[in-house]
């Protein structure tokens, strides 16, 4: 089977960097992406891995270290409208294209 | 423009009802999902297909039934041996090649009960 930890909340001041970590088990690996949900919204895609080392996107990171099954999205010059749920998500590399999803983080940017 | 149309927003079931919701993408994409979403909670994978006419059960299948007769259109029933199907219910798709990991959602249907 798949899993995916992620914490379940984070608080971070406006103009501040904060980090996002997931670890993660699977009979097969892909690649690993990220996605943000305003609440009562849809995911919107962010970043995505699929091989070790950082992505930069604007103010949005994501890094992966594949050995270490561990990834994690950066985001940087917090703004309020950063405040919303963000979820990491792997693809295994059977013969379907499965997505697993974490259970998601929080994050509130508080002034 | 391109992207996922799901219908209705709102939905209402009564007790011992089948509800369809629908998922139509014109994004020329090959695989399509469901997933189930309850407050505060992360996404569950109902149904997925990568082609037309075939399709996987996902960890939650149970009490749920898919078709893919063409491939922008994946319907998702929800049958009366649903027992708790009051949730938030989204549709994504994802394309072929380097992008794969990459799906685009729509904007979700809320299904509860009457």
């Known amino acids: 089977g798949q899993s995916l930890e992620q914490p379940s909340e984070v608080t971070a001041v406006e103009g501040a960097i904060v980090q996002i970590n997931c670890t993660y088990q699977?009979?097969?690996?892909?690649?690993l992406s990220w996605y943000q949900q305003h609440d009562g919204g849809a995911p919107t895609f962010l970043s995505y891995n699929a091989l070790d080392g950082l992505e930069e996107t604007g103010r949005f990171s994501s890094f992966l270290s594949r050995s270490d099954s561990y990834g994690y999205l950066l985001l940087q010059e917090l703004q309020m409208k950063d405040s919303a749920s963000y979820f990491c998500a792997v693809l295994n590399s059977g013969g379907y294209q499965k997505v697993t999803f974490g259970t998601g983080t929080k994050l509130q940017v508080i002034p | 423009d391109g992207g996922i149309t799901q219908s209705p927003k709102y939905l209402f079931r009564k007790e011992g009802q089948n509800v369809t919701l629908s998922c139509e993408q014109n994004l020329n994409h090959d695989a399509m999902y469901w997933y189930r979403q309850d407050p505060g909670q992360g996404l569950r994978l109902i149904y997925y297909s990568q082609i037309v006419n075939d399709f996987q059960k996902g960890d939650i299948a149970e009490g749920y039934s898919v078709s893919r007769e063409k491939k922008e259109s994946f319907p998702l029933t929800v049958t009366s041996a649903q027992k708790n199907p009051t949730a938030f219910y989204l549709c994504?798709?994802?394309?072929?090649?380097?992008?794969?990991?990459?799906?685009?959602f729509g904007a979700g249907t809320r299904l509860s009960v009457l």
């Open positions: 699977t009979s097969g690996f892909y690649g």
């Open positions: 994504a798709s994802s394309p072929e090649g380097l992008a794969k990991n990459i799906q685009y």
